[in-house]
């Protein structure tokens, strides 16, 4: 009798390791994902919102404050009536991580690289965003097939 007590507290005791590495393994699965999505929905947000104030990171306060305000936005530029440009845009200024601004849009964070369209001749705005840092301004022309923008 005594034996078939103990296989039985074997087989219970197995089925409650299997059942706790289980839980465990689902819930490392669960913290996976959610890190892998929150730089995701970091990059997706519009320039102002207020996405910084949603992160579980304690940032001083005046960090928050200038990081949170998005550029002023530059004057469009007057139509200049080229023909539509394809290039190759690399930005490699500032602090890694900045966000990257050309007229006022949005196009990712430093260090950049990626097509851009814009039109022959039309004058761009750079704006490298640092959270800690003041704003870094560039000023290009649309022409040839790529545009370097260096320190």
Not at 58 to 85: E, Q
Request: charged share 20%; with cysteine; glycine share 8%.
């Amino acid at each position: 009798m005594s034996l078939r007590w103990l296989q039985l507290a074997r087989r219970a005791s197995q089925l409650l390791g299997a059942g706790l590495c289980a839980a465990l393994g689902m819930r490392i699965m669960i913290g996976a994902v959610a890190a892998a999505r929150a730089p995701r929905a970091l990059d997706a947000a519009p320039p102002n919102s207020p996405v910084l104030a949603e992160l579980p990171v304690d940032l001083p306060k005046d960090v928050v404050k200038k990081a949170s305000k998005p550029p002023i936005p530059a004057a469009p530029a007057p139509p200049s009536g080229g023909a539509p440009l394809r290039l190759i845009l690399s930005v490699v200024v500032g602090p890694q991580r900045s966000d990257v601004f050309v007229n006022g849009r949005r196009v990712g964070t430093s260090p950049y690289v990626g097509d851009f369209t814009c039109k022959q001749g039309e004058n761009l705005r750079i704006e490298v965003v640092p959270v800690t840092e003041p704003l870094i301004t560039r000023h290009a022309k649309c022409q040839g097939q790529a545009l370097l923008v260096r320190d």
